[in-house]
């Protein structure tokens, strides 16, 4: 079934740095992908998503780009921001209505 | 903006006993979702639920567990005999269609002891 692997974490930087959060899929066809971003104590919302190949999703600064010759989806930011610390999900559908997550990679920005 | 409201935040039981996670989803969706995520672990797919039935569900998500909409309003997770690794968040989720974003609660910690 589909797949994805996305970077370790945590990942630590100081305010208006450059993020990149990587993330690779293995998938069969080529369904649309999602970044999630869970702040602290909330649930997961969606942050930005691409339906089809050469796509660039973005939302709040961040951009993420559907690059299907290196089967990646990472998500880049060009100046992060304290507020931007949390944990962000690369996820893809596999089946209909089911949804597989990365493990989250966690973000923590300090001024 | 309407939300998925779940309770409660945290539920602490005891191996062996039952226990219900609640969710409120947005009311004009139509599908509805619990996802689990083990601590340090990828959040997993346990169940999808459409028309008053399970549309789909995971290995994880045994006869130990069930699923319910009593109202027009609540949707229900039920753990009959809970396990240590039963311990987890449990993320409610809904959305308008199958395919349309899915719209996620902040979540019910539960830790069985």
């Known amino acids: 079934g589909n797949s994805v692997t996305q970077m370790e974490g945590p990942v630590t930087l100081s305010e208006e740095a450059f993020l990149t959060i990587n993330c690779t899929y293995t998938?069969?066809?080529?369904?649309?992908l999602f970044w999630y971003v869970q702040y602290p104590g909330e649930g997961l919302q969606l942050l930005l998503k691409?339906?089809?190949?050469?796509d660039k999703g973005s939302n709040k600064g961040f951009e993420a780009t559907y690059r299907k010759e290196t089967t990646s989806f990472h998500l880049e930011k060009g100046s992060v921001q304290v507020s931007d610390s949390a944990v962000y999900f690369c996820?893809?559908?596999?089946?209909?209505?089911?949804?597989?997550f990365g493990t989250g990679t966690r973000l923590l920005v300090s001024p | 903006e309407p939300e998925v409201t779940q309770t409660p935040s945290h539920q602490v039981t005891q191996m062996g006993q039952e226990v219900i996670l609640r969710c409120v989803p947005i009311s004009n969706h139509l599908y509805f979702y619990w996802y689990r995520q083990i601590l340090g672990q990828k959040v997993e797919f346990l169940v999808s639920?459409?028309?008053?039935?399970?549309?789909?569900k995971s290995e994880i998500f045994d006869d130990q567990f069930s699923v319910e909409r009593p109202d027009g309003s609540n949707f229900t997770l039920k753990i009959r005999s809970t396990k240590l690794e039963d311990s987890a968040m449990y993320f409610c989720?809904?959305?308008?269609?199958?395919?349309?974003?899915?719209?996620f609660g902040n979540g019910t910690r539960l830790t069985v002891t």
């Open positions: 989720a809904s959305n308008l269609r199958g395919n349309s974003p899915l719209h």
């Open positions: 691409a339906t089809k190949a050469d």
């Open positions: 639920f459409y028309n008053n039935e399970i549309s789909e």
């Open positions: 998938a069969t066809g080529y369904p649309s």
């Open positions: 996820a893809l559908p596999t089946g209909f209505q089911k949804l597989v």
